[in-house]
């Protein structure tokens, strides 16, 4: 009978686009062995990691420990649709208890190269590994240590938030406490309501909390927070983080820049198909969109040529005492500071511009809408 509902589980969030999934864990504890009857050394203070780090960068307490392999490994991912090329020669790894941002366009093949890796569509070329086995092979012992959110779903109409929860923890060995889960989703008080009556964001947060009912140790977020509101929105990026604190792994697409600066520790960038740009936030950044620009206004006769011996500086324009410098050096703005404090300049508005991952997206994908 279990094999049966599992059946119908996977059928539905295959055959519909995708939705979101959670799961926590406690973070593993590690320890350095020693040989029997040997003293145990006291413990020595170790200096607090911080909690966006992977595991993989923190430093052990104790001795050394082996390298810890990836979470996910994808190498030379294929995928085609008739003449289409959805996905082509996308290669890249997720490293244990990061965020993983996979952003690009519409149409760029994110949810492609993420249901890849979920084992919900067969590559036409390349290799997947998740937690060391292949999704394609949909293992009952991967199926439990993994959590999936689609990009869209759906229950039967009628069926009650409880009724969904209780009918999740039956596909599992092993789960969390669903009534605690639903509060932590401000769904506590919806537990009785049917699902044809919950609002688009609480559909979107039932679907979360199905995602997490087996504290996976991976989580797969596909436009996690598509259509929720503000509040809503920032209480489920609380969510994500917690998930990372607690030692768990989380892979996202998003085509929101400020949820992947906020959250990401690393993010990819796929653009037709292919993957063009890896790195962090301030990676990409730096590498991308250096300029940052200072715009202010001040009293009196000030020439342009004040500012022209500012390090970095590569534009100025002035007009009717308004200043815009655009400089690339990384203590552009400080210098400028420095510059009208040495120069007595009494600067009556001052207003920074720095570049972010949304600046970097449209230089590597470009400004066009797409479909």
Known sequence: MRVSILAVFVWHSASTAPQSVFVWHS??????????????????????????????????????????????????????????VAVDDVSFTVEEGEIFGLLGPNGAGKTTTMECVEGVRTPDGGSIEVLGKDPGSRSTELLNRIGVQLQEAQLQKRIKVWEAVDLWTTLFPRTVDGDKLLAELGLADKRNARFMNLSGGQKQRLFIALALINDPELVFLDELTTGLDPQARRAIWELVSGIRDRGKTVFLTTHLMEEAERLCDRVAVIEHGRLIELGTAEELVARHCPERAVHFSCDGEVGDDVFADVAGITWIGSENGRFHLVGIDKDFVSTVIECLAEQRIRVTDFRTEMPNLEDVFLKLTGHSIRD
Request: aromatic residues 6%; proline residues 17%; charged residues 10%.
């Open 27 to 84: 973070a593993s504890q590690y320890s350095c062995g020693t040989s029997a009857g040997a003293p145990q050394p006291a413990p020595q203070p170790v200096a607090p990691q911080p909690a966006h780090l992977s595991r993989r960068s923190r430093a052990p307490a104790y001795g050394s420990l082996r390298p810890v392999p990836p979470v996910v490994t994808v190498s030379n991912l294929r995928k085609t649709y008739g003449s289409l």
